[in-house]
C-alpha cells in the first residue's frame, strides 16, 4: 500500500510535524510511505523520520538552492495543487485544515483521502465545504472528535485514533534527580510565563530543584527577563531545541506544562513515554485527554490563583517520592496505548475499511 502524508513543513519543530513524522516511520515498517512537504527551508527534518520513508517537497526555499523559475512566478498553492493532481498514492493524509481542502478538491478520487486535525479550523467556511469529499476526518483526542462532529454534523464521517510515539526502546527516569522539565515551542499560548512564576514559589521553599526548559521561539526573550527580574538565574535554566526531547524528559522526575489551550499533547506522552508523572492545568485540552489525577499525573484546576495551586501540585510530588514513583508506573501505562505498533493497526483497520 502506498501511503502519502502531507506537512505544511516537515522540518518545523511542531508536535503536528512530531506526531506525523512518528507515524510515517512506523507505517513505513509495512508500507510505502511518502512524506510530502510543501516547504522545505532546512536540510534535515528537525525531528528523527525513519530511512524507510521517502521525503519530497512542493518548495524547496532554502538558501542557495537554485529555483528554474523567477520567484513568485508559480504560487506555493498552484504547485502543490500539480503534486496533488498528479499523486499516484493509495492513501493520502493530510495534516491541516488548509491541506485537507486542497486534497478534497484536487487530490484523484479514487485515493483513500483522510484529514488528520487536532484542533478546530480557524476558517470553518471551506472546511464544511469540502470536506464531505473526503473519505474520512481523524482526530487524536475524544474532545477534537466531538468538536469535528459538531462542525460537519452527518456529512462526513469522524473517527478517532492517538497519535503514535516513536519506536523504542525508550530512555526511562531513575527519578532521582530534582529537575522539572518542560518542553515544546516558546509562544504565548503555551504560557511558560507562568511555570515560571510557579517555580519562582517552588524555588523559594525547594531551592535544591531546578526548572530545565527545552525549545525556542518567539517568547525567548521576555521569558528571560522575567527570570531575571524573579532572580531564579540559579534555578530556571533555557537549554535551548532538542530533537530527542524525551532523552531530555528522562533526565527529570516531573514534566509540568502550564499551556492555556492545547490541542497537542505529544510533549505529555514523550514525558509518559519515559515513566515522568505530569503536572498540568485541568483546561488545557491535549493534557486533559491523557493525564489523569493520581495514575500518571496531576491536573490543577484552572482558577483564581491559580499559580499557587500549581506551585503547591508541584511541591507535594517534589515532597513524596513514593507518589512521583507510583504516577510514574502510570504513565508507563498511559504510553503502552500510544506505542507505534497499536496505533498503526488501528490505521490499517480503518483504512481497509474505507477501502
Not at 531545541?241 to 499533547?265: N, Q, W, Y
Amino acid at each position: 500500500m502506498k501511503v502519502s502524508l502531507v506537512l505544511a513543513s516537515a522540518y518545523a519543530m511542531r508536535g503536528d510535524v512530531r506526531a506525523t513524522l512518528n507515524l510515517a516511520t512506523a507505517l513505513a515498517e509495512r508500507h510505502d510511505v511518502e512524506v510530502i512537504s510543501v516547504r522545505r527551508q532546512k536540510e534535515k527534518p528537525f525531528f528523527p523520520v525513519g530511512p524507510k520513508v521517502g521525503m519530497r517537497s512542493v518548495v524547496d526555499v532554502r538558501p542557495g538552492v537554485r529555483h528554474l523559475l523567477p520567484r513568485g512566478q508559480v504560487r506555493t498553492e498552484v504547485a502543490l495543487w500539480r503534486v496533488l493532481r498528479n499523486l499516484r498514492a493509495d492513501v493520502l493524509i493530510t495534516t491541516r485544515p488548509g491541506l485537507g481542502v486542497q486534497a478534497a478538491r484536487h487530490a484523484p478520487r479514487d485515493t483513500v483521502r483522510i484529514a488528520r486535525e487536532w484542533g478546530r479550523p480557524a476558517v470553518p467556511g471551506p472546511v464544511k465545504r469540502f470536506y464531505p469529499r473526503l473519505s474520512a476526518v481523524v482526530t487524536a483526542t475524544e474532545t477534537a472528535q466531538e468538536e469535528w462532529s459538531r462542525l460537519l454534523g452527518d456529512t462526513t464521517v469522524v473517527h478517532n485514533v492517538l497519535d503514535a510515539l516513536p519506536g523504542g526502546p525508550w530512555p526511562r527516569s531513575r527519578m532521582d534527580n530534582r529537575i522539572v522539565a518542560a518542553g515544546g515551542r516558546w509562544v504565548p499560548v503555551k504560557a511558560y510565563d507562568r511555570l515560571i512564576r510557579s517555580f519562582a514559589i517552588v524555588a523559594d521553599k525547594r531551592p535544591d530543584w531546578r526548572l530545565r526548559l527545552y525549545g525556542g521561539g518567539p517568547e525567548e526573550r521576555r521569558l528571560r527577563s522575567l527570570v531575571r527580574e524573579l532572580n531564579l538565574h540559579n534555578h530556571v535554566y533555557f537549554m535551548g531545541t532538542t530533537p530527542d526531547l524525551a532523552g531530555e524528559f528522562a533526565k527529570a522526575s516531573i514534566v509540568a506544562t502550564t499551556s492555556r489551550s492545547e490541542d497537542l499533547g505529544m510533549a505529555v506522552l514523550e514525558a509518559m513515554g519515559c515513566g515522568v508523572p505530569v503536572v498540568a492545568f485541568d483546561g488545557a485540552k491535549g493534557p486533559r485527554e491523557f493525564v489523569a489525577t493520581g495514575y500518571n499525573g496531576v491536573l490543577v484546576p484552572e482558577a483564581e490563583g491559580d499559580l499557587q495551586f500549581f506551585a503547591a501540585a508541584l511541591l507535594a510530588l517534589i515532597d513524596d517520592e513514593r507518589r512521583r514513583r507510583s504516577l510514574a508506573a502510570g504513565a508507563l501505562d498511559t504510553a503502552v496505548r500510544h506505542s507505534a505498533d497499536e496505533v498503526v493497526e488501528q490505521w490499517e483497520k480503518l483504512i481497509a475499511d474505507l477501502r
